[in-house]
């Protein structure tokens, strides 16, 4: 590796020994490794008298992104005067994108009357024959872009197969230790997303469902992400780190849950941009039934249904108890409310589809907004008008939603978690046993002892969750006697019905467009309004007339 010097020589040389491994490195072998790349600069520095003022070393970082910590503090040193000789084990070290590769050999370094050595591709910038380096960039990028296609490809073919390629679990699931691209249920967190599941079933509003769980301190998913692992930086998954409406509602969507894998859903730019542009929801790649789920389709698709907005309540107080109820007879949309100008500032119920989209959608109808509220409290009291034995049946209908049920999975995820954390203590013990005998190097052997103390801390954070969620689960909630009079109750109160309650009772109310009366008289209108119920009148259909 010896070689003739050639320029100027300034009075002293301060080096900066660079190196970098990623990924698509891994191939190359131990040719390309960290230890590798320090043994080869370090004897070459040593060999020319170059001073070593610092090593700089980014591994696992891509040649394609130069927003790498190690090299970032190379630029500062240099800016600061620190360095003056920069050496790497070849170009590709320095990068794989050739036109800022380029720039720092042609532009920068020259600039800053920094010397660059590239020890295998012989590359000296003092040298009059370095003309070479421009064509060894190309190369370098064009390894890179091949590189990139050959890892999309296979992407894309596990995405078709449905297998999970995230690099966290989706909130409520955790990868399979056995099979990384396989979910399994975490008990502790599906246990929150059957609640959150559960309270928008019975009508509870997203910012609503958020302040509970706010209220309770339950962790985010970002946040609960992050305490499992402790090299996360939560200031870079969360800014409010609190429960959101918003958070609530990409939760609510996520066919996940259903044991389906939804990919695809993105597209880089380039593989040499961290950019990412959304990809349109046809295009998205479904894959179901690939795991256990934590919600049936029937909750699922009670909830789509409700559509509770994601608005808080309004300063006047207003809260409208038909949002995501009332629907419009005839095109299907969810009917919203509006407030009527005048003196009286009453309140009227318009169909979604021809607020958004005028009369191609659907015609402009509308229901006064206090009318329905009366008619449909009114039907809800004449139907609780039933004899002992039917109030018996409705009171253990309306008693299940109450009960807790044992979440599936649990004692299988406890179990896995033990076995591996038994897997862990050998596996330590015997990395122990080849540091001893001098098998593994110090930071190789360091490296591995690390990572599976993070690991091993993360299995016992788990079990700890795990064991609580049962203790909570153990202790179900008490069965409310009198369900029938707790509903009288309810609607007796001075409030009148509420959302939750009508959530529990009726699935969904049916307002048609209003039309002349059967005499023909002006004036006199007819509307049909239909109200489908939930729980105690399944089969029947009521048909009013406003």
């Not at 502790?188 to 209220?215: D, H, K, M």
């Not at 349109?280 to 919600?295: C, F, L, S, T």
Request: net charge positive; glycine share 6%; charged share 30%.
């Amino acid at each position: 590796m010896t070689g003739p010097r050639w320029g100027s020589l300034p009075a002293h040389y301060k080096a900066a020994l660079y190196m970098r491994l990623s990924k698509d490195d891994d191939g190359v072998g131990e040719s390309s490794s960290i230890s590798t790349q320090r043994k080869m600069l370090c004897s070459y520095a040593m060999e020319h008298d170059f001073e070593i003022y610092r090593e700089y070393v980014d591994d696992g970082y891509s040649g394609t992104n130069f927003d790498r910590p190690a090299w970032n503090q190379l630029l500062e040193d240099i800016e600061a005067g620190k360095v003056n000789l920069v050496i790497t084990k070849d170009l590709s070290r320095l990068g794989r994108d050739y036109i800022m590769t380029g720039q720092l050999t042609e532009i920068y370094f020259p600039s800053r009357g920094i010397r660059y050595i590239a020890v295998n591709d012989g590359y000296d910038s003092d040298s009059p024959w370095s003309d070479i380096a421009p064509f060894k960039n190309i190369i370098n990028e064009m390894y890179a872009r091949d590189a990139s296609k050959k890892i999309r490809s296979a992407f894309q073919t596990k995405i078709k197969e449905g297998a999970f390629i995230g690099n966290f679990a989706p909130y409520g699931y955790q990868k399979d230790p056995e099979d990384k691209n396989h979910l399994l249920i975490d008990p502790a967190a599906a246990s929150i997303v059957r609640e959150i599941f559960q309270r928008a079933e019975e009508g509870e509003a997203p910012s609503r469902i958020a302040e509970l769980l706010n209220q309770k301190n339950v962790l985010t998913p970002a946040m609960y992400r992050c305490a499992g692992r402790p090299y996360l930086n939560p200031d870079s998954y969360s800014r409010r780190k609190e429960w959101t409406s918003g958070t609530v509602c990409k939760l609510l969507s996520n066919p996940v849950y259903l044991g389906h894998i939804v990919q695809g859903k993105t597209v880089k730019v380039s593989f040499k941009s961290s950019m990412t542009l959304q990809k349109p929801r046809k295009e998205w790649v479904v894959v179901e039934n690939k795991h256990e789920p934590i919600i049936s389709p029937e909750v699922f698709e009670r909830v789509r249904k409700r559509s509770v907005p994601r608005k808080n309540i309004r300063k006047t107080g207003f809260t409208n108890v038909f949002s995501g109820i009332a629907r419009c007879g005839d095109c299907g949309r969810n009917m919203s409310s509006t407030e009527t100008g005048g003196k009286t500032k009453s309140r009227k119920l318009v169909c979604g589809g021809y607020k958004l989209y005028g009369k191609r959608e659907c015609t402009n109808h509308y229901m006064d907004y206090e009318l329905l509220y009366k008619i449909v409290l009114q039907e809800i009291k004449t139907l609780l008008s039933f004899t002992e034995e039917e109030r018996k049946e409705i009171d253990e209908a309306l008693r299940q939603p109450f009960c807790r049920k044992e979440m599936p999975g649990e004692k299988k995820a406890a179990a896995d978690l033990k076995k591996r954390e038994q897997e862990l203590a050998r596996m330590v013990g015997k990395l122990y046993e080849d540091r001893v005998n001098e098998r593994i190097g110090e930071e190789r052997f360091y490296k591995i002892l690390d990572s599976w103390e993070k690991e091993e801390k993360e299995i016992r954070e788990r079990l700890a969750l795990i064991q609580r969620t049962c203790l909570t689960t153990q202790e179900k909630e008490p069965v409310l006697d009198g369900q029938l009079s707790w509903l009288l109750e309810e609607i007796s109160r001075e409030k009148g019905i509420s959302p939750d309650l009508l959530g529990k009772f009726i699935d969904r109310i049916e307002v048609s467009q209003a039309r002349e009366g059967e005499e023909g008289k002006k004036g006199h209108k007819c509307q049909t309004i239909r109200i489908y119920y939930r729980v105690l009148v399944p089969a029947e259909e009521r048909e009013d007339l406003a």
